[in-house]
């Protein structure tokens, strides 16, 4: 029976662009207007038709004045991107395999990912996963240079990882960067990257949808606020960038979820604002530490709710365990402590419920973990809003430490 999996987009060793009337309608309004981009495109809509034309309507732009105009406009994100992004490959070690008389003649694995220029000291971002362990990396742009990377630091938790050129270049394209805040499901986006090791391909589609949370390989945490799109991306698309249509990085891409281990029209990628706080911490000090309070827990569904004789209506996350001798312990956060099973279901009861973080309203645990990634550093006290299994409501000064390292 076939799974669902979740699949790091790194590659081990004809762009589809959809017309739909939706993006060519966008494509006319991102070129200002103009129904004549091209000299092709430039025909008159009061022109007289041939026999085997359709007719036009007055004032408005031909079939293949639309066509052009998104042409254009999906051109200029490509030549405007291109000098910015790079293919990785890595060369990793066999790790603890160094003694072993089974070691190959070609020691070592081969992998390949995308990434993009961050700034012009030749700091590259990409995905954790696509150098982690790596012993040589090259980095290869548009124009064919090659030169050797070090990696300076990375973040297991949100898969981000920046990497510094050993050669200088003094000619470096930055990508500008976008507000992740500000995507929107139906937005155009595109993906540049090398997809099954083909250097530099464009893809494109819209946002999906925002707001998924996912968990990167060899962490227990998960990254909030990621954006889906139906952009094509494959094996090899890992780290490279999700741009919007004014050619600006959103977000990187880093999963997609598939039944066959190729594209299946939904694309992960980790927002923009998350790597705008981590990636100057990895520059600085190769790692990212992130504010902790020691709790799993879930969404409070109205049956849960209900089993407990909590209020109705009551939303929240429920806190299903605390983890001992941390800050959610040592402020009295109090986890689940039965299961019950009902129509077959399994329900933890017991334990508080988190309402609210420092004023703000919460709705279940995507809330919560928005709001300490995005406004909490490690040491920082925030006011919880509990209500306890008995139904009394309660508020909870609770000092943040830091996330534990993986392992």
């Known amino acids: ?35 004549a981009p091209t000299q092709e495109a430039s025909v008159a809509s009061t022109a007289p038709t041939e026999a085997n034309e359709e007719p036009q309507t007055a004032g408005l732009p031909s079939a293949e004045e639309l066509v052009a105009a998104q042409e254009t406009v999906f051109g200029r994100i490509y030549q405007k991107a291109l000098p910015s992004v790079v293919n990785i490959q890595v060369i990793q070690g066999l790790e603890g395999n160094e003694g072993s008389l089974l070691i190959p003649d070609d020691f070592g694995q081969r992998g390949e990912g995308s990434g993009f220029v961050w700034d012009d000291n030749g700091r590259i971002v990409t995905n954790q996963h696509v150098v982690e362990g790596a012993e040589t990396v090259t980095v290869i742009f548009a124009d064919r240079r090659q030169v050797l990377a070090k990696v300076l630091g990375g973040d297991p938790d949100s898969d981000l990882a920046v990497i510094e050129l050993e050669e200088p270049l003094d000619d470096l394209t930055v990508l500008d960067r976008g507000d992740s805040s500000e995507v929107f499901v139906g937005q155009v986006a595109v ?7 083909q250097e530099f391909t464009m893809t494109s589609g819209i946002v999906s949808a925002v707001g998924r949370t996912i968990r990167s390989e060899g962490s227990q945490f998960t990254v909030p606020e990621v954006i889906q799109t139906d952009a094509p991306i494959n094996p090899g698309n890992s780290g490279g960038p999700l741009l919007d249509r004014h050619g600006r990085v959103v977000g990187i891409n880093t999963q997609i979820l598939t039944r066959s281990g190729s594209n299946a029209g939904v694309g992960l990628a980790v927002p923009i604002n998350i790597a705008k706080m981590v990636i100057p911490s990895l520059i600085e000090s190769g790692n990212y530490e992130y504010s902790w309070l020691g709790i799993s827990g879930a969404a409070l569904g109205p049956d849960t709710a209900q089993l407990m004789e909590l209020p109705k209506g009551i939303q929240g996350a429920l806190v299903i365990s605390v983890n001992n001798n941390s800050p959610a312990h040592e402020g009295g956060l109090t986890g689940s402590d039965r299961t019950e099973v009902v129509n077959g279901i399994q329900y933890a009861l017991g334990g508080d419920t988190i309402t609210g973080i420092n004023g703000v309203p919460i709705r279940d645990m995507t809330d919560l973990i928005v709001y300490l990634t995005n406004n909490t550093r490690p040491g920082d006290e925030v006011m919880l809003e509990v209500v306890h299994e008995d139904g009394e409501s309660e508020e909870l000064p609770v000092t943040l430490g830091t996330r534990p390292n993986r392992g």
């Open 1 to 35: 029976m076939n799974q669902l999996s979740i699949t790091r987009i790194k590659n081990l060793k004809p762009w589809l662009l959809p017309l739909s009337l939706g993006l060519l309608l966008f494509a006319l309004a991102a070129c200002g207007g103009n129904a």
């Open 191 to 197: 993906a540049i990257g090398a997809p099954f090791g």
